[in-house]
């Protein structure tokens, strides 16, 4: 079946740094999702991409649908303790069906 | 507004015995989804409903069976709970349709299998 290939797996980085993570695939998708988990909550969506080439900013977040429409990229920038968590990308394909990576985990350290 | 709301938060259940998770929302939404999540392996669909009276099986659906008799309620039912099903179990939602399927998530339920 369609898989996302999402990296990387973790990230150690220092409060203010930036942030970039990506999910690739051999699949189009028509719409790309990127959502974030938050420990002991359920994964909440940040950004919708629905055009490929699309870029779209949501506060400090900003993501991109590929022109390819197999990736998409979201970055962080000058991260802050909150933005821990687990970030997950999710692509829907022409059945309307999601399929999502396996999650980037973000670890500030102190 | 709920959203989607899960019941129980945590339960420790011992081999063999059987359990019901409960989902509902209140945001009208056709489609109703169980996934579990665990360690490195990130969301995997077990079951899910585009609509009240129907389900259909996802990527991991043996040892669970689910129910959607009403349109904000989904239960996800096991049978005779294995060590293997320990894990944090999602609900989610989603209007449903054409166009991009935006899913909204409940907080999660913790179950351990002993």
């Known amino acids: 079946g369609q898989q996302l290939n999402q990296s990387p797996q973790s990230m150690f980085i220092q409060e203010g740094e930036d942030v970039s993570m990506n999910c690739t695939s051999s699949?189009?998708?028509?719409?790309w999702l990127w959502y974030k988990q938050d420990p002991g909550e359920g994964p909440v969506l940040l950004i919708a991409?629905?055009?490929a080439g699309e870029l779209t900013s949501n506060g400090r977040l900003t993501a991109q649908f590929g022109i390819t429409r197999k990736d998409s990229f979201l970055n962080i920038s000058a991260s802050i303790p909150s933005d821990v968590g687990i970030y997950f990308c999710?692509?829907?394909?022409?059945?309307?069906?999601?399929?999502w990576g396996a999650g980037t985990k973000l670890i500030i350290k102190p | 507004n709920a959203g989607v709301t899960q019941t129980p938060k945590f339960r420790v259940l011992k081999t063999g015995q059987s359990m019901t998770l409960l989902c509902a929302q209140d945001?009208?939404?056709?489609?109703m989804y169980w996934y579990r999540q665990d360690p490195g392996m990130g969301l995997r669909l077990i079951h899910y409903?585009?609509?009240?009276?129907?389900?259909a099986k996802g990527e991991v659906p043996d040892g669970y069976n689910v129910s959607r008799l009403k349109k904000q309620n989904f239960l996800l039912g096991l049978e005779s709970a294995a060590p293997s099903q320990t894990s944090v179990y999602f609900c989610?939602?989603?209007?449903?349709?054409?166009?991009?399927?935006?899913?909204?998530f409940g907080a999660g339920s913790r179950l351990t299998v002993l």
């Open positions: 989610a939602s989603s209007k449903g349709g054409s166009g991009a399927n935006v899913l909204t």
């Open positions: 945001m009208n939404h056709e489609y």
């Open positions: 409903s585009v609509g009240e009276g129907t389900t």
């Open positions: 699949s189009i998708f028509n719409t």
């Open positions: 991409l629905y055009k």
């Open positions: 999710a692509g829907q394909n022409s059945n309307y069906q999601l399929i």
